[in-house]
């Protein structure tokens, strides 16, 4: 059975409470079912713990979340009263996006050490563990690899317990398969190993036949378990048009590949309102994409897409 369509914004800056409160409250009018900060030091201004406190403040069913926390950036401890207090004040409102941490620029500029990717993992599957101990009634006493935790009971306890969706995404096996046991969303992202975002490798890694892999690795993982998984698409560049063709070739050209593959690519979205629906319904046949993040100055743009699509 598919699961309906919903959708989301994700907003890395804004210049006032005002303004963030305005992009807010028009996501949740046009139907959005969520908000997103990302957590990165550089070309992101927000806190996403504050921001997010603020855009449950001003709206009343819109979810909130960041998209996603990197996890070498804070203790779990700390972490989870974070964000216990934010799904408290939200009430019941978040959907907790965590990760491994990938931004060389960020570790570089924070003087934090960046170790390897199975390190980062195994030290993000630890966090993920304290977490939902600590969210869990009674004391957590965890003692792993990277964390240490004796007889603490988190409080507050999140409204929504065990229940609460945890937000994982990635685009290589190991960081799949730790989404596919543990998080309730999973993004399907690039594979961003490189530590930078615009590197052809990464570009590659989102064409349709590398996430056919990302999709057979988290069936694989999840086993059983599989249909209890919303998988998430973000997207860096929507445009709509009744005339795609010279974008369409371009896109083609700068992946190396047909212009059908390259629209098909789960990164972008461009086209009339009719084939941008028609878009969106392939790839949710294809790799079960029914949640579909946006940057926040799309809101408006894809809203009709929205209105057509969004629970059904």
Same mark, same amino acid.
């Given at each position: ?9 994700? *907003? ?28 990165? $030091? ?42 216990? *207090? ?48 600590? $969210? ?29 969706? $945890? ?37 590659? #890694? ?41 974008? *369409? ?48 100055? #799309? ?14």
């Amino acid at each position: 059975m598919e699961r309906p369509f919903r959708f989301g914004v994700i *907003t890395p800056k804004c210049g006032s409470g005002r303004e963030l409160t305005e992009q807010a409250r028009k996501a949740e009018a046009l139907g959005y079912s969520s908000l997103f900060v990302p957590d990165h $030091f550089v070309d992101h201004d927000l806190a996403p713990t504050v921001a997010l406190t603020h855009v449950a403040a001003v709206t009343d069913t819109l979810r909130v979340g960041p998209l996603v926390l990197g996890n070498d950036y804070k203790h779990p401890v700390v972490l989870a009263r974070e964000m216990a *207090t934010l799904d408290l004040l939200s009430g019941g409102r978040l959907e907790l996006g965590i990760g491994a941490g990938w931004m060389t620029v960020d570790y570089d500029k924070a003087g934090l050490p960046l170790d390897r990717p199975s390190v980062r993992i195994a030290r993000l599957a630890e966090s993920i563990a304290i977490l939902k101990g600590l $969210f869990a009634p009674g004391p957590l006493t965890f003692h792993g690899e990277h964390y240490r935790v004796t007889d603490l009971d988190g409080m507050p306890k999140p409204p929504q317990g065990a229940n609460l969706p $945890f937000l994982i995404g990635g685009g290589g096996q190991k960081i799949l398969g730790l989404a596919a046991r543990e998080a309730t969303i999973v993004g399907i992202n690039a594979n961003l190993r490189t530590g930078e975002g615009d590197s052809r490798e990464t570009a590659q #890694s989102l064409l349709p036949e590398a996430t056919d892999q990302k999709l057979a690795w988290l069936r694989a993982a999840a086993g059983e378990g599989y249909a209890r998984l919303e998988i998430q698409s973000l997207l860096g560049f929507v445009h709509v048009t009744d005339d795609a063709s010279d974008i *369409t070739r371009a896109m083609a050209g700068s992946f190396g590949v047909s212009e059908a593959d390259a629209v098909l690519a789960p990164a972008t979205l461009v086209g009339s309102v009719d084939s941008i629906v028609d878009l969106l319904e392939q790839r949710r046949e294809r790799w079960q994409m029914s949640y579909i993040v946006v940057p926040i100055e #799309s809101t408006e743009t894809l809203a009709p897409v929205v209105a057509r699509l969004a629970g059904k």
